[in-house]
């Protein structure tokens, strides 16, 4: 948090989506409350008191004095420990900093991201209308949907752990569980659960469990997504909607679509994802390789796409509008889903840390070796992207509907143009020559985190004098950067400055 932030920086400052500026002249004004709410409900912030912003977006003090310092602060922190105010305190005496700028003081705030059990982080003593979130450089009322989602991610056991006391087993898919069946036992031949019924066996699996009402096995939410019927879904999930759409023609809206509402096949999870694979994958390249006499037709590529296909079913909310939809491009393939990131956008690019929003779907794709419980999943995708020398994954998260989208490109970094050699001599110019031999995209990503020291902002212009290319060209790698989570950005338009995290 604490980079947010630095006094030695003030006039370069701008507000943006992690800063806020308050007058505070009259005490602490009441838009406050709805900041703390939404930076708590984001990813955290700082929020600036005796500070205004300019016509032209650059801070000026509003002359706050050293006398005003304990009346604020008095002020702050009854109000703040108030809960008919503000639903929790995130804060510890060391989140509040006074600085004095020039004859002036200003007051520092950094607000925390708050942890999902600790959200949503209210005010007023009103759930549905006091919570916010951050959008760009405003606070925004949550929907009654957004702060639903909040609860469910409290708890340590996900939705998809529920037992539905309504439905039998009976209204399982049984050609869906005898195929997960078969790939559990081929793939871990011998396994304890192999001599089990099926009804044990979906309960040892996490897709069945007793009911607490009536004392019978009745499917949980997780087993009647992954084997169900899309028509008895839709009943526990109603925004329940699969869809892929392959869009290879520019001439044809859809050169392959398959949607879980057409009737024409059961429109579960588990019978969605073996069908979309098979198609995602229909393209990619497979290297002739033995192992122990036989050929061996899987590969990274295959195995991050089966991560990242995975990923987003696992990590769906599937009470959130609008559905997951898998949209395969010429060049691209791009997996969205309903719900944002638990862990946040740069903690999913780091890995380490499992989150899933539904642990039964999680387990039961485990079992059959697709997924993995380490966090490490989306990381291992970047690395075979990288090995395979395509421009890097990139992580987006939207609000208001909350949404997630990665976006996987098939499309080579900017590699070096070969010109053969007796033809560069005889047809090159030697400047022009010299001007074909640029680094990629990969190793230009590197010159600029390189470049860039700690805690230090630059613009843009400075990182075309270090690469020497075009304005728009160096904009293209920092937005790329931007959605990696590697960099930050501050300010807008021409202002904009950019800084290593």
């Given at each position: 948090?604490?980079?947010?932030?630095?006094?030695?920086?003030?006039?370069?400052?701008?507000?943006?989506?992690?800063?806020?500026?308050?007058?505070?002249?009259?005490?602490?004004?009441?838009?406050?409350?709805?900041?703390?709410?939404?930076?708590?409900?984001?990813?955290?912030?700082?929020?600036?008191?005796?500070?205004?912003?300019?016509?032209?977006?650059?801070?000026?003090?509003?002359?706050?004095?050293?006398?005003?310092?304990?009346?604020?602060?008095?002020?702050?922190?009854?109000?703040?420990?108030?809960?008919?105010?503000?639903?929790?305190?995130?804060?510890?005496?060391?989140?509040?900093?006074?600085?004095?700028?020039?004859?002036?003081?200003?007051?520092?705030?950094?607000?925390?991201?708050?942890?999902?059990?600790?959200?949503?982080?209210?005010?007023?003593?009103?759930?549905?209308?006091?919570?916010?979130?951050?959008?760009?450089?405003?606070?925004?009322?949550?929907?009654?949907?957004?702060?639903?989602?909040?609860?469910?991610?409290?708890?340590?056991?996900?939705?998809?752990?529920?037992?539905?006391?309504?439905?039998?087993?009976?209204?399982?898919?049984?050609?869906?569980?005898?195929?997960?069946?078969?790939?559990?036992?081929?793939?871990?031949?011998?396994?304890?659960?192999?001599?089990?019924?099926?009804?044990?066996?979906?309960?040892?699996?996490?897709?069945?469990?007793?009911?607490?009402?009536?004392?019978?096995?009745?499917?949980?939410?997780?087993?009647?997504?992954?084997?169900?019927?899309?028509?008895?879904?839709?009943?526990?999930?109603?925004?329940?909607?699969?869809?892929?759409?392959?869009?290879?023609?520019?001439?044809?809206?859809?050169?392959?679509?398959?949607?879980?509402?057409?009737?024409?096949?059961?429109?579960?999870?588990?019978?969605?994802?073996?069908?979309?694979?098979?198609?995602?994958?229909?393209?990619?390249?497979?290297?002739?390789?033995?192992?122990?006499?036989?050929?061996?037709?899987?590969?990274?590529?295959?195995?991050?796409?089966?991560?990242?296909?995975?990923?987003?079913?696992?990590?769906?909310?599937?009470?959130?509008?609008?559905?997951?939809?898998?949209?395969?491009?010429?060049?691209?393939?791009?997996?969205?889903?309903?719900?944002?990131?638990?862990?946040?956008?740069?903690?999913?690019?780091?890995?380490?840390?499992?989150?899933?929003?539904?642990?039964?779907?999680?387990?039961?794709?485990?079992?059959?070796?697709?997924?993995?419980?380490?966090?490490?999943?989306?990381?291992?995708?970047?690395?075979?992207?990288?090995?395979?020398?395509?421009?890097?994954?990139?992580?987006?998260?939207?609000?208001?509907?909350?949404?997630?989208?990665?976006?996987?490109?098939?499309?080579?970094?900017?590699?070096?143009?070969?010109?053969?050699?007796?033809?560069?001599?005889?047809?090159?110019?030697?400047?022009?020559?010299?001007?074909?031999?640029?680094?990629?995209t990969g190793q230009q990503y590197e010159m600029i985190l390189a470049f860039m020291e700690k805690n230090r902002w630059y613009k843009a212009k400075e990182i075309e004098e270090l690469l020497g290319v075009k304005e728009r060209r160096v904009r293209g790698l920092l937005r790329e950067l931007l959605a990696m989570g590697l960099i930050v950005e501050d300010g807008i338009t021409k202002g904009k400055k950019y800084r290593k995290l």
């Amino acid at each position: 948090m604490r980079q947010l932030f630095d006094i030695a920086q003030f006039d370069s400052y701008m507000e943006d989506n992690r800063r806020e500026v308050k007058r505070a002249r009259g005490g602490l004004p009441v838009s406050l409350w709805d900041t703390y709410s939404s930076f708590a409900n984001c990813y955290g912030g700082v929020i600036i008191l005796g500070v205004k912003e300019n016509e032209d977006k650059s801070w000026r003090t509003t002359g706050l004095k050293s006398t005003d310092r304990e009346k604020l602060l008095k002020e702050f922190w009854d109000t703040i420990n108030n809960r008919k105010k503000v639903s929790i305190n995130l804060l510890s005496d060391s989140d509040v900093e006074v600085y004095e700028v020039g004859e002036d003081i200003i007051v520092v705030i950094y607000v925390p991201m708050a942890k999902r059990e600790q959200r949503p982080v209210y005010i007023n003593d009103d759930m549905f209308g006091g919570t916010f979130r951050r959008n760009h450089e405003g606070d925004y009322h949550c929907t009654r949907g957004q702060v639903k989602t909040m609860l469910r991610d409290q708890t340590d056991d996900t939705v998809d752990m529920d037992v539905l006391d309504h439905v039998s087993l009976e209204e399982l898919n049984q050609e869906t569980v005898r195929g997960y069946r078969n790939r559990h036992r081929t793939l871990k031949a011998g396994h304890p659960f192999e001599r089990l019924s099926d009804a044990e066996y979906l309960r040892c699996i996490g897709a069945a469990a007793i009911s607490h009402v009536d004392r019978q096995l009745h499917p949980t939410a997780g087993g009647l997504l992954m084997f169900g019927e899309e028509y008895n879904i839709v009943r526990h999930f109603p925004d329940y909607f699969l869809d892929y759409r392959e869009m290879l023609d520019p001439s044809i809206r859809w050169t392959d679509r398959l949607q879980s509402s057409s009737g024409e096949w059961s429109g579960n999870v588990c019978d969605f994802y073996f069908r979309v694979y098979n198609k995602i994958t229909k393209d990619v390249k497979v290297p002739f390789k033995m192992e122990g006499g036989d050929r061996i037709d899987d590969t990274p590529v295959h195995k991050a796409l089966r991560e990242a296909l995975a990923n987003c079913l696992i990590n769906t909310d599937y009470y959130g509008a609008c559905g997951v939809v898998i949209r395969k491009e010429v060049d691209k393939l791009i997996p969205e889903n309903p719900g944002y990131i638990r862990t946040g956008k740069t903690q999913m690019r780091m890995g380490g840390r499992s989150d899933p929003r539904n642990k039964a779907l999680m387990k039961m794709f485990n079992l059959i070796n697709i997924g993995e419980r380490a966090g490490s999943g989306v990381p291992n995708i970047f690395n075979v992207w990288e090995d395979e020398g395509w421009m890097p994954p990139i992580i987006e998260e939207q609000f208001d509907p909350d949404r997630t989208v990665l976006t996987l490109l098939f499309k080579e970094k900017s590699a070096e143009k070969k010109v053969p050699k007796k033809s560069a001599e005889k047809k090159v110019p030697k400047k022009s020559a010299e001007k074909k031999i640029m680094p990629n995209t990969g190793q230009q990503y590197e010159m600029i985190l390189a470049f860039m020291e700690k805690n230090r902002w630059y613009k843009a212009k400075e990182i075309e004098e270090l690469l020497g290319v075009k304005e728009r060209r160096v904009r293209g790698l920092l937005r790329e950067l931007l959605a990696m989570g590697l960099i930050v950005e501050d300010g807008i338009t021409k202002g904009k400055k950019y800084r290593k995290l």
